[in-house]
């Protein structure tokens, strides 16, 4: 069954190292985006990727880094200079087949990132 | 994109019917309504979308006034494990060519109880 996947689902690092979060997706979709969601608030995109080898800033960009060298892989690298780390990550994908438009996102399990 | 507004919270009996509002009053002509949801500690879940017409699937029904400045998302024999956020954002249409970028707000957390 096709899907997405994060590793890991919990992660601890200790501050000003850098981290890096994966996010795996079968669905044979062009597009992926990964979000923020801070205790009690809605997301925020942080990147977002239509093609492999191509990606732009979403809204909080500051700190983080991405690549897309493959379609199925969009990992998230959060740097020592994002100033507030901690948060639940959430990666997403949208396109065909299976999405019913580019907003149709599909979203990964999330990996809670807790930086000491 | 137009931002959207809904009440932070409600309440739901078990059974009946949850009616869902969001306003929307800056709707532009091309943008449709999306509705998601968020069970605690898991990935938004798309729920369904809609330009004017009224919608319905296997989870949920749409309802767009006329003027498309508002909006509800109807479900209709909730159960506990519809206890959740709910999101309704509004945004153009993704397509090939357009970016299926989607602005999450605040939502309305949704408590089904027993």
């Known amino acids: 069954d096709g899907g997405i996947t994060q590793s890991p689902k919990y992660l601890f690092r200790k501050e000003g190292q850098n981290v890096t979060l994966s996010c795996e997706q079968n669905l044979n979709h062009d597009a992926m985006y990964w979000y923020r969601q801070d205790p009690g608030q809605g997301l925020r995109l942080i990147y977002y990727?239509?093609?492999?080898?191509?990606?732009q800033k979403g809204d909080i960009a500051e700190g983080y880094s991405v690549s897309r060298e493959k379609k199925e892989s969009f990992p998230l690298t959060v740097t020592s200079a994002q100033k507030n780390p901690t948060a639940f990550y959430l990666c997403a994908s949208s396109g065909q087949p299976r999405g019913r438009s580019y907003n149709e996102q599909f979203f990964g399990p999330g990996t809670r990132l807790t930086v000491l | 994109d137009a931002k959207t507004t809904q009440p932070p919270s409600m309440d739901c009996a078990e059974g009946r019917a949850a009616n869902l509002p969001c306003n929307h009053s800056t709707i532009s002509g091309n943008e449709y309504v999306y509705w998601y949801r968020q069970i605690h500690s898991q990935g938004p879940q798309y729920i369904i979308h809609g330009l004017k017409n009224n919608e319905t699937n296997e989870m949920a029904s749409l309802i767009i006034t006329e003027d498309r400045k508002s909006s509800t998302l109807i479900l209709p024999h909730a159960t506990l494990r519809d206890t959740a956020v709910y999101y309704c954002i509004v945004r153009v249409r993704g397509t090939t060519d357009s970016w299926g970028k989607l602005q999450f707000g605040a939502g309305t957390q949704v408590v089904v109880t027993p």
């Open positions: 990727s239509q093609i492999v080898n191509d990606f």
